[in-house]
């Protein structure tokens, strides 16, 4: 149990709860559905973040000597050989998964893992470590969209979410000193514009992927995150969507589903990451600089939804915003940051 606890800790596995939205709000951004091939993004997804992971800890042992001395490397309870192996292992996963989704989720996949590893190697304490950490994060949401065949169509919704990773990457970068009050100041302005852009453009009558039985993958999505949710809050669920005949009542309620959903959802990412950007704008110590940099990657769950919601996708937004309270559970046990 000790070891397996160690690698939680340096995996960060509760983090991976914002990892599936990439894809899935890719997929449907890029104006198609989540399919077989977009669970295969979704694997490749998990595991280059982990392999990251992996690598973060591997480049960063000797500094975390000094200022993390309880992280898994510096503690000895894993070798860094270990970890970099690991890291090996897990990105030759990734790209084998990217491969199997096709020709163009391969072509994204692997400057995807470049970025990665350069970051983790050589950009990470860079003026460019922010930048490259928000371009994966829009690479990785690329890489959903390229399993419908239309990747362009997801670029504005890329740019939003590497926009959101650039403000928490920059905050994070003061995480174990703090001391500076600018970053949070920043990150929280950011996300009152993304709050705003996130939701221009929703769906009024569009009905795409999010209506009817066709689409089956984001059902199956949907009903396993909507019961797993049920499970780690002790409530019960009950699933019926796309099931029956459609009415007109039932049409009315998609679209008004439709017009308000992108809304709530980005009102709960901006209290997500809002409401610990400003604790520590107002005390910049490295505690509360933390837990607002944790804050910033669990509202990375909620800002996914929204993108999803906006493309008419209100299925595939609610098996993204599902994953919240599961990873916000986990991350009591083992820290995201």
Same mark, same amino acid.
């Given at each position: *149990? ?6 939680a800790?340096?995996?960060r596995?509760?983090a @991976? ?5 990439d ?8 104006? +198609? ?19 990251g ?14 200022? %993390?001395? !309880?992280?898994p490397?510096?503690? +000895? ?9 690991a ?7 990734? @790209?084998?998964?990217?491969a ?24 990470? !304490?860079?003026?460019? =470590? ?10 990785? !949401?690329?890489? &959903?969209?390229a ?11 890329a740019?939003?979410?590497?926009? !959101? ?7 994070? %970068?003061?995480?174990?000193q ?10 929280l ?6 709050t ?7 769906? =009024? ?21 909507a ?10 669920? =009950?699933? /019926? *969507? +796309?099931? &029956?005949?459609?009415t ?5 309620? /998609? ?10 959802? $980005? ?24 837990r607002?940099? &944790?804050? =910033? ?13 906006? $493309?008419?996708? +209100? ?6 915003a $599902?994953?919240?309270?599961? &990873? ?10």
């Amino acid at each position: *149990m000790s070891r397996a606890r160690a690698w939680a800790e340096l995996l960060r596995l509760p983090a @991976l709860f914002t990892v599936p939205g990439d894809a899935l709000s890719g997929a449907v951004a890029a104006g +198609g559905r989540p399919n077989p091939r977009t669970l295969l993004a979704i694997g490749s997804s998990l595991c280059l973040y982990e392999a990251g992971m992996a690598l973060n800890d591997w480049a960063d042992r000797a500094e975390d000597a000094a200022e %993390r001395p !309880h992280r898994p490397l510096p503690s +000895g309870r894993i070798r860094p050989a270990s970890a970099f192996t690991a890291a090996c292992a897990l990105t030759a996963a990734g @790209l084998g998964l990217a491969a199997r989704a096709g020709r163009p989720a391969l072509a994204v996949a692997a400057p995807l893992a470049a970025t990665v590893w350069a970051y983790d190697l050589a950009l990470k !304490h860079t003026p460019a =470590g922010p930048v490259a950490m928000a371009a994966a994060r829009g690479l990785d !949401h690329l890489l &959903g969209a390229a399993t419908t065949g239309r990747p362009r169509e997801a670029l504005p919704s890329a740019a939003l979410l590497g926009t !959101h990773t650039l403000a928490v990457t920059t905050v994070s %970068r003061r995480e174990t000193q703090g001391g500076t009050a600018l970053p949070p100041l920043a990150a929280l302005a950011v996300t009152a514009v993304l709050t705003l852009l996130s939701t221009r453009g929703a769906p =009024g009558t569009k009905r795409a992927a999010s209506t009817g039985a066709g689409d089956r993958t984001a059902t199956v999505i949907a009903t396993a995150t909507a019961t797993a949710t049920a499970t780690a809050t002790g409530t019960g669920v =009950g699933v /019926g *969507m +796309g099931a &029956g005949r459609r009415t007109p009542a039932h049409d009315r309620a /998609g679209l008004t589903l439709d017009r308000v959903l992108p809304t709530a959802l $980005a009102t709960v990412y901006a209290a997500t990451a809002g409401r610990l950007y400003t604790h520590a704008a107002l005390n910049p110590s490295p505690p509360l600089t933390q837990r607002a940099v &944790g804050g =910033g990657i669990r509202a990375t769950i909620p800002l996914q939804a929204v993108l999803a919601a906006r $493309a008419g996708s +209100g299925l595939t937004a609610l098996a993204i915003a $599902a994953l919240a309270p599961i &990873g916000r559970k986990y991350a009591k046990k083992v820290s995201v940051t």
